[in-house]
């Protein structure tokens, strides 16, 4: 627990209440940021993982990963550095939460049902319904701006975290954010369990890396036979059959970076299940999640947005981002894509992680210096 604790930061951890248990998630503050949202915070995210992973990703390196395919040792390699510390090199979580406090920027990381140190089945999204995870991540963004009431508000997500991340913003955008006040067409909620009270009056927008949106599935028979048939009476079974959408070799390049998330010591904390094939009620929530982002979240959505995908992601097509960039409303200086040639699924362990966040913070500090 030390390790982890030193390798992603040193957070200070908390849980929150939700109706399906207890949620936890890990705070970063920058100095000078008082608790409440005070002096010397010119942000506030929240960070939501990808299915099967955890707030608490971190790979603490020796060495990198060119984009070339060679390695070198981070004391050889200063610019590597210039977030990290001890001639360390961090992915994930020890990245980002380096290079947030430094930009004084505060992080919430919130580890999603059945993840991390949450409490819940493992790795499952209950019932194939995945606005149990949705309206989690809702309601702890709530609890967030509500400590920091007068700091600019963005959420944040990683692949299926990404996908939340797009619901939750469309849920209060069609609750009372208008970035668009001269052609203001507010639409009626498609669910009658998003909360009808406004959203954080500081939302400012949303910040995604390979959303899930479009998705690697098999073909509509079997589809159909899993998701009405099968996942309705096995929901917590994994068929000898399924795969897993997003094979490690193509998640993570570097072997070490694939080893440490993958290991079977990882897998035994229950924190995390690298490469580990779904359950039949998580494969059906994923699917329903994806299907409704296309067809009621993405059409109309106004929310601004940075998205940051790997043109060699195999499990989470680029063409979601694409359909997401061609069938939004977000005005174009309120939007930045970022395609990265030849990346994998996992940006923040690519050898261009670094280029990849600074993307997302210069996007946030942008939103935050137009308030000025």
Request: charged share 20%; net charge negative; aromatic share 8%.
């Amino acid at each position: 627990m030390r390790e982890m604790d030193e390798d992603s930061g040193d957070p200070i951890h908390g849980y929150f209440q939700t109706p399906q248990g207890k949620l936890h998630y890990r705070q970063y503050l920058p100095d000078n940021g008082g608790a409440n949202g005070g002096d010397g915070i010119k942000a506030v995210c929240i960070w939501q993982h990808g299915i099967h992973s955890h707030s608490g990703a971190t790979v603490k390196l020796t060495h990198v990963t060119n984009a070339d395919g060679s390695t070198s040792t981070t004391a050889s390699n200063p610019s590597s550095n210039s977030s990290c510390s001890n001639s360390y090199s961090y992915t994930n979580m020890g990245l980002f939460s380096r290079k947030f406090q430094s930009n004084q920027i505060a992080l919430y990381a919130l580890d999603m049902l059945g993840h991390g140190f949450s409490e819940g089945t493992r790795f499952y999204i209950p019932n194939g319904d995945y606005t149990i995870n949705r309206d989690g991540l809702e309601s702890f963004a709530r609890f967030v701006g509500e400590t920091h009431e007068n700091v600019p508000l963005f959420l944040m997500g990683d692949s299926y975290g990404g996908c939340l991340a797009l619901h939750v913003a469309r849920m209060w955008q069609n609750h009372g954010m208008d970035h668009d006040k001269d052609n203001h067409d507010m639409m009626e909620p498609k669910s009658k369990s998003m909360p009808m009270s406004p959203p954080p009056k500081q939302f400012e927008g949303i910040c995604i890396n390979a959303p899930a949106i479009i998705g690697d599935l098999p073909p509509l028979p079997i589809k159909l036979f899993l998701r009405h048939i099968l996942a309705p009476l096995l929901p917590e079974y994994t068929p000898f059959f399924m795969p897993h959408p997003v094979p490690p070799e193509r998640v993570w390049k570097d072997p070490e970076i694939r080893r440490e998330h993958t290991s079977d010591q990882v897998k035994q904390r229950g924190l995390s299940a690298g490469g580990v094939p779904f359950c039949l009620g998580t494969a059906s929530g994923l699917v329903k999640a994806m299907e409704s982002v296309q067809s009621d979240i993405i059409p109309g959505f106004r929310v601004p947005f940075s998205v940051c995908h790997g043109t060699d992601d195999w499990g989470v097509k680029i063409e979601g981002t694409e359909f997401l960039v061609e069938h939004c409303e977000t005005k174009q200086e309120d939007r930045e894509v970022r395609l990265v040639e030849g990346a994998y699924h996992d940006l923040m362990a690519d050898p261009t992680r670094e280029e990849n966040l600074e993307f997302h913070i210069r996007f946030i500090l942008s939103r935050v210096n137009k308030l000025k």
